[in-house]
């Protein structure tokens, strides 16, 4: 059962915040009690829902226990204390599952970075296989893509891209696929019909708003250039391109994708922001935690993840061990899903296994 007083501080919490909402809190302090509203509200609704049959099983049990129900009620109430009982710990698994302590990060939109790892050609053009793949899960979550940045090889792959995702709890489900990608193919390029291996490396970062970190304009070093590659003669005789340095840490990132250098410049602090966040995120986790490494995110970008096999056409995620014959749709985007929701529902389960030893 879950503790009656930690559902009652949940229920406080909730109506404190609705409270200060509507007293007409401004600024800063009116986005961070929104997104606090808007986490708690279906928790809220969880409880209520877990409580009310709660009740009905209680009166049940009372009916059954009663002398004076005749045989007829006491039957039908036993035929729906099964129903109710079935109910409730359906309600009470995903109650536990929303009290799990959340990532702060989770309902945050994502910045995916791909990088094309050991595999030359080949690894380009699977870099540019996974950038495809991504956006095209994303698009059918309901989310907004937009290219940061992206630096293509001689073959149509790519060195290096940087994918934004705009969509509340984009992070949520995306983290998990930080890490190294492997795939097992013929390559384009092999005459002989040989099966290569080669790799990307994804990392994916939460989207730093205003309130979450703040930068110093006298820790920034801004540098502007032309921009380099393919982009048309206007890319090419404009200084247009950004790079800024944050100089406590050393981080650089550069954009050249757009024409204009104002532009390039949001892009770039953007990007710098999300890095930045996830840097101090994980300090804090370090700290709090003991850098705690789940089965399912280290948050290691060392660590192989998955591999995709051609000539078997399986994917495999190495971390729960879940194999798929279906690679042309895992690679297409199409049902990249099952994979992620596995992963999200490992890493609950993990938790939660963690949380009731803690008890």
């Known amino acids: 059962m879950i503790p009656a007083a930690a559902l009652e501080r949940m229920i406080d919490r909730f109506r404190a915040v609705e409270a200060e909402l509507s007293s007409g809190v401004a600024g800063n302090s009116f986005v961070k009690l929104s997104r606090e509203h808007a986490e708690l509200a279906p928790i809220v609704e969880a409880v209520e829902a877990y409580r009310s049959t709660e009740k009905q099983l209680a009166d049940t049990e009372a009916l059954i226990a009663d002398p004076s129900s005749g045989a007829e009620m006491?039957?039908?109430?036993?035929?729906e204390r099964a129903d109710l009982k079935k109910r409730f710990a359906e309600q009470e698994h995903d109650l536990k599952i929303k009290l799990l302590p959340k990532d702060a990060a989770d309902n945050s939109s994502a910045i995916i970075e791909i990088r094309a790892g050991t595999g030359g050609d080949e690894a380009a053009l699977f870099a540019a296989d996974l950038l495809e793949m991504y956006t095209r899960y994303c698009q059918l979550q309901g989310w907004r893509t937009e290219i940061m940045d992206r630096n293509e090889s001689d073959l149509g792959g790519i060195k290096e891209a940087v994918l934004e995702v705009n969509g509340a709890g984009?992070?949520?489900?995306l983290k998990f696929e930080s890490g190294v990608h492997r795939v097992q193919r013929v390559p384009v390029t092999e005459a002989g019909g040989r099966i290569h291996t080669s790799a990307a490396t994804?990392?994916?970062l939460p989207?730093?708003?205003d309130v979450d970190i703040q930068i110093n304009d006298k820790?920034?070093?801004?540098?502007v250039y032309r921009a380099q590659g393919a982009g048309g003669q206007?890319?090419?005789k404009t200084e247009s391109a950004v790079r800024i340095t944050h100089l406590p840490t050393g981080i650089a990132v550069a954009q050249q994708t757009e024409k204009s250098q104002h532009k390039n410049k949001?892009?770039?602090?953007?990007l710098l922001k999300a890095k930045l966040y996830e840097m101090e995120r994980e300090r804090l986790d370090k700290e709090r935690s003991g850098a705690r490494k789940s089965m399912v995110g280290s948050g290691d970008r060392s660590e192989r993840i998955r591999t995709y096999n051609f000539p078997q056409g399986r994917v495999t995620d190495h971390r729960i061990n879940l194999t798929l014959y279906k690679l042309d749709r895992i690679i297409s985007g199409d049902d990249l899903g099952e994979i992620v929701d596995a992963l999200v529902t490992a890493d609950q389960a993990?938790?939660?296994a963690e949380l009731e030893a803690a008890h």
């Open 170 to 173: 984009a992070y949520a489900k």
């Open 266 to 270: 949001a892009q770039a602090m953007k």
């Open 74 to 79: 006491r039957a039908l109430a036993e035929e």
């Open 219 to 223: 820790d920034l070093r801004i540098d």
């Open 202 to 204: 994804v990392a994916v």
């Open 234 to 236: 206007h890319v090419n």
């Open 207 to 209: 989207e730093a708003e």
């Open 350 to 352: 993990e938790r939660l």
